[in-house]
């Protein structure tokens, strides 16, 4: 069998995806997600300026060697934009590998650990009161996990919380827009958010929340400890992680879990962070850390030290990143949970899947390959629109924070 054609497909409809369509000379098709959130078109440059030509020909069956050839081959490694495009081709040939078995993608990475996947749920609000209710729906419908996140007394526009009434969606604007930021109003803020969610949702249900970058180290580990008395299964991106070794300062003083990784491309961002457990759940994905190749490596190192898969599933990852990822969740034996923000109806129309959410579990479809496929013509109706992610300011004297 060979590789006859690698086309990338950008589309936008309701928010931008790239996706990878690789074809053979027997028929057999695969895709890949490679939606790199605010850098879109890069990714998809490098697919058919760079990659896309030295495809045609290979036997698609050689996923490995594809994926070193790609990833030693290209000289300057690793990297977001990088590891998505090797991610988009690995992904693809993976639902090609399991179409041609004629099995499920989970199948051949190991067989089911699990019946289903649970996921968790994005709660939030304008405040406390509007957050702590939009927890209770979730409960309701039957989530197990929530994340809650809230609007901060003081601060115009915070991460996570929607400012339109319609699903949170970060990126926008033909130019970044500029949220602005006080850790020491959010620090003030949080446990109180937690102190009412927790009081309204009683014991059982998991709760998470998502401090994305902003924190240094000390206030990380301040902010952990304040939130110890209401038992989060998680706080995540609690501190810029470029720095591992930062995250020893917050483990000195608190015991509530810690969860980074949505921003790693590689083994390499995560290595000491795992090896001395300075983190309990690993956030890498199948689309943004080299494809399932390269994350069964990381979740491998991971398991070795008792850090469990808690991977990324924001609506800027695409159904293609999410059917994967099911499959991915389904075989993984130190799997912790699955982030699962759902896209819109347009959305998924454009992507035909076979999984299915119920009641705070997501169960993967039994279809050959991963189940995800992408209607051409319907994504041609919804050409590409410039977006970017925001960028933060500190409120007091404008100087660029992390967003
Ligand atoms: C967030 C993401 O879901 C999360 O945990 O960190 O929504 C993140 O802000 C976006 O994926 C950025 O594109
Ligand atoms: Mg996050």
Redesign the pocket.
Known sequence: MKITAARVIVCCPGRNFVTLKIETDEGVTGVGDATL??RELAVASYLQDHVAPCLIGRDPQQLEDIWHYLYKGAYWRRGPVTMTAIAAVDTALWDIKAKIAGQPLYQLLGGRSRSAVMVYG?ATGADIAQTVDEVLRHQEEGYRAI?AQSGVPGLDKV??VSTTGRM?E??DGSVPAEHDWDSAKYLRHTPELFEAVRLAVGEETHLLH?V?HRLTPLEAAQLGKSLEPYRLFWI??PTEAENQQAFALIRQHTTTPIAVG??FNSIWDCKQLIESQLIDYI?TTVTHAGGITHLRRIADLAALYQVRTGS??????SPICMGAALHFDTWVPNFGIQ?Y?PHSELMLSVFPHDWRYERGMLYCGESPGHGVDIDEKLAARYPYQRAY?PVNRLQRDGSLHS?
């Open positions: 959130n605010g994005h994340r991460y996570g949170y970060p990126a998502d994305h995540e991106d949505e921003v956030r990324h599933g924001a609506t800027d990852l982030e923000m992610l967003w």
